[in-house]
């Protein structure tokens, strides 16, 4: 049980600190090479961990159409996010991505053929992107550049669920670092051709060192262990609580955003932000507590 409550803080922490790694990391670089160099070191660690543990990676047809079907996630949602992150504070990041529960279960009813949507998750949908529209609107009007960015987050959220829900439908059951290792080996010749146009501007030598350490954190703490313990979490906790997480993270990456990165959120984004929470939470367990109050909404 130890490992199961590291492996759920590690997720919280991991995910909570991802959205200022990833500006950090595009400082002195194109966002492009910041994310392909990302990948390196997640790639290149993880196949040495994969050799220590005495484990293999699955090639089989079943297994490439889940890698695949995972990199669609990571390589659409990550260079989304990475172009987008230099025009939207980090704590917003995670807030936008904090939307993808929602989405995945839009995907899951078209692809995997799960019940409509209730009367009350279309309720919280409809809240949370509200809640979504809050946050911009005043900002918008004034900053194009802000639009845009939030746009592509919001893209990268929408390839990332998709990305979940297709993984769950090629259903594989090998070790998650199997998994992950092999989906990253899938997705990392996409990022190596997008870097290439940026890779003749880079001058190492005016790269801050927070970078190349925020680069290592990414590919080491975001890509590898991150993936794992969360595959580790899901498989031994309930479904519930494993979803508590979106939940958390965007509520710390604000604060850390605020803390470390000088950023500022106005008090009408608070409050479209807390619109985002609620709906979410509403479409997580909504159903089940209005259950529990003996309350019956139409589907």
């Known amino acids: ?12 922490l991991i995910w909570s600190t991802t959205p200022l790694a990833i500006q950090w990391s595009s400082k002195g670089l194109h966002p492009l ?9 997640a790639v290149g660690v993880g196949y040495v961990l994969l050799k220590l543990a005495g484990l293999s990676i699955e090639w089989s047809r079943r297994a490439i159409k ?27 990041i995670s807030v936008i991505f904090g939307l993808s529960p929602v989405l995945t279960g839009i995907f899951a009813i078209y ?13 919280a949908m409809f809240l949370s992107i509200m809640g979504l529209g809050i946050v911009f609107i005043n900002d918008v009007a004034f900053d194009d550049s802000l639009f845009r960015g939030a746009g592509l987050i919001l893209m990268g959220a929408v390839l990332f669920s998709l990305s979940s829900v297709l993984v769950k439908s090629y259903e594989l059951k090998v070790h998650p670092m199997s998994q992950t290792m092999g989906t990253l080996i899938v997705a990392l010749p996409f990022f190596l051709l997008l870097s290439l146009p940026f ?38 906790l309930s479904a519930s609580t494993v979803a508590l997480v979106t939940l958390m993270t965007p509520v710390l990456a604000l604060i850390l955003g605020i803390q470390l990165n000088n950023e500022h959120i106005s008090v009408l984004a608070c409050v479209g932000v807390f619109a985002i929470m609620l709906g979410l939470a509403s479409f997580l367990w909504g159903d089940e507590a209005m259950s529990k109050l003996g309350i019956k909404l139409r589907s």
Do not use: H
């Open 1 to 12: 049980m130890a490992i199961t409550r590291s492996a759920y803080l590690l997720v919280v």
């Open 66 to 92: 889940n890698y695949a079907a995972g990199a669609v996630g990571i390589v659409g949602g990550l260079v989304c996010v990475y172009l987008g992150a230099r025009n939207v504070p980090s704590g917003l």
């Open 33 to 41: 090479m910041g994310v392909s160099l990302r990948m390196l070191a």
């Open 111 to 123: 692809i995997l053929d799960e019940p409509p949507l209730t009367t009350m998750k279309w309720l």
């Open 199 to 236: 890779v003749a501007d880079v001058r190492f030598d005016q790269v801050p060192f927070s970078t190349f350490g925020a680069i290592l954190y990414l590919g080491i703490g975001g890509s590898l262990i991150g993936f794992i313990s969360y595959f580790y979490i899901l498989r031994r």
